[in-house]
């Protein structure tokens, strides 16, 4: 859908509208507005990836992730913290993935937020935008390190 109405409504192509997670010791984790969640991979009703981008493997043990996690979800990453253009989905999966890693996901999705407020449509867009609160269904909410 956004490859067909991007260039009518912002003037330029965009080849999609990205939800990114970080699938990691047999979840996925993600971000949205009740925080951290988790869930089966392919498990939130956004059901299984179109895309999957490999970033490589990790050192870290799942008990210091999962205390990172907790530590992001009571800071950072706390439900009242969304914001659909600065602080979301992908960039809480390229925050966790350089914390795994040491790798970022794509540019063409880190970028969209930007690319997207360029235009003038995207900027009569923002407010509307703004007040969405996005919390796809389907996962387990990370609290004080354990899901509830």
């Given at each position: 859908m956004a490859r067909n109405?991007?260039?009518?409504?912002?003037?330029?192509?965009?080849?999609?509208?990205?939800?990114?997670?970080?699938?990691?010791?047999?979840?996925?984790?993600?971000?949205?507005?009740?925080?951290?969640?988790?869930?089966?991979?392919?498990?939130?009703?956004?059901?299984?990836p179109d895309t999957v981008v490999e970033l490589g493997e990790t050192e870290v043990s799942e008990e210091i992730f999962m205390d990172y996690l907790s530590s992001l979800g009571e800071s950072t990453y706390r439900g009242d913290r969304y914001r659909l253009f600065e602080h979301n989905c992908n960039t809480f999966t390229n925050e966790v993935a350089?914390?795994?890693?040491?790798?970022?996901?794509p540019a063409y999705i880190t970028d969209l937020p930007s690319e997207v407020l360029s235009t003038p449509f995207g900027q009569i867009l923002r407010p509307i935008l703004d007040s969405i609160h996005i919390a796809p269904p389907g996962g387990n909410v990370i609290n004080g390190g354990r899901s509830n």
């Open positions: 109405l991007s260039p009518i409504m912002l003037g330029k192509r965009l080849d999609g509208i990205w939800h990114t997670a970080i699938v990691v010791y047999g979840d996925e984790f993600f971000f949205g507005g009740v925080g951290i969640s988790s869930c089966s991979p392919g498990g939130t009703m956004l059901g299984p350089q914390f795994l890693t040491g790798n970022s996901i």
